[in-house]
T-cell receptor, first 110, second 113 residues
């Protein structure tokens, strides 16, 4: 089976840096995705990691350690529009299905 | 805009009824996925189709069924609806199965009264 854990809520200040952690225990692993989801809207793709290490994309970076079953999403220079839920998802061995964590609701305050 | 379209946006119906949700994937994508998102369950994978064939099944109830047509659009049929089926239903598409990124449609909000 798949078990994915993320903090339920986080609060950060505009302009700051925030790190959202995700730990997983899965029977298969074919990569880890991060999605952003504003309330009532579709999840939008942020990043994909399949090898260990850091992937940087503008203000967002994502890190993966397969041996530790751990990933994080790093958001820099926070903006008010970054207030959203951030979903961690693991692809199974065949890559057919994504198992999502419960999501981390991030509130950015002025 | 992901390029994935879903209709209708909102659907209100009564218990015991049957509804059909429709999804058109991004141009060129062969794989379609259906997900259910309710407040207490998070985003749950239901089923995947690839080029018309069922490819993977997740936590899909027997009352639910889906298919993908030759033009690659997909429909999710929900029958004998219960109050607990009220949720957001998302369709996603990718070029191929495997680890190609899945792009999500805007969702259909189903309310069962």
């Amino acid at each position: 089976g798949q078990n994915i854990d993320q903090p339920t809520e986080m609060t950060a200040t505009e302009g700051a840096i925030v790190q959202i952690n995700c730990t997983y225990q899965t029977s298969g692993f074919n990569g880890l995705f991060w999605y952003q989801q504003h309330a009532g809207e579709a999840p939008t793709f942020l990043s994909y990691n399949v090898l260990d290490g850091l992937e940087e994309k503008g203000r967002f970076s994502s890190f993966l350690s397969r041996s530790k079953g751990y990933s994080y999403l790093l958001l820099k220079e926070l903006q008010m529009k970054d207030s959203a839920s951030y979903l961690c998802a693991v692809a199974d061995n065949a890559g057919n299905m994504l198992t999502f964590g419960g999501g981390t609701r991030l509130m950015v305050k002025p | 805009d992901s390029g994935v379209t879903q209709t209708p946006k909102h659907l209100i119906t009564a218990t015991g009824q049957r509804v059909t949700l429709r999804c058109s994937p991004r141009s060129g994508d062969l794989s379609v996925y259906w997900y259910q998102q309710s407040l207490d369950q998070g985003l749950q994978f239901l089923i995947q189709y690839y080029n018309g064939e069922e490819r993977a099944k997740g936590n899909i109830l027997e009352r639910f069924s889906a298919q993908q047509f030759p033009d690659l659009h997909s429909e999710l049929n929900l029958s004998s609806l219960e109050l607990g089926d009220s949720a957001l239903y998302f369709c996603a598409s990718s070029a191929n199965p495997g680890t190609d990124t899945q792009y999500f449609g805007p969702g259909t909000r189903l309310t069962v009264l």
